[in-house]
């Protein structure tokens, strides 16, 4: 079938769409090029554990109950993990195809659809069409709770919500010389847990804090330090002042004490200039290798020290694989986790993949309650100039032959 709509009247489609209508536009436009049926959009809840179906292409909705699938060991999840489309038999001479619909690293969800054929021709423009799609949610879900509603898959408590929004829009970043990606298990009662990164055109900004405390008081403890920590960050204050402005807003404000790690990295050399304000040392894997970094350590935000901020530095080497923990991943139930062991084993897979899998064992040895939140970020070092790309090679295994699926 001749291609109705090109990838450009798409986008102008859901542009001119209402921000809640532009995955249907998508949805209408794959029915219409490849008479594809039962197109849905299913996107990650918020801890990593559902897809959640809100609408489909043919208008079946459940009211305000959106479909729930489990991801674990699910089809879904490989196809999140391995970033190709997957494509089997549907049973009634059809082609069920679903790829993942991914934005600079950061999975939003994934495409399913049922196709009448799936040549290579159409599976290529499934995979353009879920590529787009991720550009258009990433562009809407400003204007609408759409998305944030549907992720909420159990309650979400008022400091819940306020530390969600503390949080990068994207868990994952990529980029030629680095990939990034943060996890998050919150505790049962809210531990002021946060991540953050920003880019800058010669520099990457890496952040990660705890707050002392828990439920509503931690998390405003960490909207004032995240908040101090932002705003010298955008006024072009080096990392030492940045740490200064965030210890002051803490004792201006008597809010207590927290915790925190800030990195700046060059990414012309991957010099990294660090400051650990009493937090837990960072993980490194270099050459098969995890060694805890041997870091002088300030006294946390907020406590009152006649020592100033000491900056520190290091050299990362393209292959080197960085994590920042917060106390959440190593204490209590926790401590039973072998985090060296998982970040051998994990090597392999993609920054995003490595840090939901560490959360996951804590998670999983805490039995799905947690006492601390438990924070992990995770960084790979490609290189200033490096020969490949791991965002160029996940953007081309997002077509598939027929029956393919990585594991």
């Known amino acids: ?240 002042e940045q740490a200064r402005h965030a210890h002051q807003a803490l004792l201006d404000h008597d809010r207590g004490l927290a915790t925190g790690q800030l990195l700046r990295i060059r990414l012309d050399s991957g010099r990294v200039q660090l400051v650990n304000a009493g937090h837990p040392r960072p993980l490194l894997l270099r050459d098969g290798t995890v060694e805890e970094l041997a870091l002088f350590a300030n006294l946390p935000f907020g406590v009152v020290s006649p020592t100033a901020f000491q900056v520190q530095e290091l050299d990362l080497r393209p292959g080197d694989r960085l994590f920042m923990l917060t106390d959440g991943m190593q204490e209590r139930e926790a401590a039973d986790v072998d985090l060296a062991a998982l970040i051998r084993d994990t090597r392999t897979r993609h920054p995003r993949e490595a840090a939901r899998h560490l959360a996951t064992a804590v998670r999983d040895a805490c039995g799905g309650h947690l006492e601390d939140d438990a924070t992990v970020l995770c960084l790979d070092w490609y290189g200033a100039h490096p020969t490949v790309r791991r965002a160029e090679a996940d953007r081309g295994a997002r077509t598939a032959t027929p029956g393919c699926c990585a594991p």
Not at 103 to 129: F, I
Not at 183 to 209: K, N, Q
Request: aromatic letters at 4%; glycine letters at 10%.
């Open 1 to 240: 079938m001749d291609d109705v709509l090109g990838l450009g009247d798409v986008l102008a489609e859901a542009e001119e769409a209402s921000p809640v209508e532009s995955v249907d536009v998508v949805a209408r436009n794959l029915l219409k090029r490849f008479g594809a049926t039962c197109v849905s959009f299913l996107f990650v809840d918020l801890i990593g554990e559902e897809l959640v179906q809100l609408t489909t292409a043919d208008g079946t909705q459940n009211g305000r109950r959106p479909t729930r699938i489990g991801l674990r060991g699910s089809v879904h999840e490989k196809v999140l993990m391995s970033q190709r489309l997957h494509v089997e038999p549907d049973g009634e001479g059809g082609h069920r195809a679903i790829s993942p619909v991914t934005n600079r690293g950061d999975c939003v969800g994934v495409l399913e659809m049922t196709l009448p054929y799936a040549d290579e021709r159409v599976l290529r423009q499934v995979g353009e069409a879920a590529h787009a799609l991720a550009y258009i949610i990433v562009t809407d879900r400003r204007f609408t709770d759409l998305y944030h509603w549907g992720g909420r898959t159990t309650a979400t408590s008022l400091a819940a919500e306020i530390q969600h929004q503390l949080l990068p829009s994207a868990a994952c970043c990529e980029a030629e010389q680095f990939a990034v990606a943060g996890g998050l298990v919150p505790a049962d009662d809210i531990s002021g847990d946060t991540y953050d990164y920003a880019l800058d055109p010669d520099t990457l900004h890496l952040s990660i804090t705890d707050a002392m405390g828990h439920d509503t008081e931690s998390a405003l403890l960490a909207t004032l330090l995240l908040g101090a920590l932002r705003g010298a960050r955008r006024a072009g204050c080096g990392i030492a």
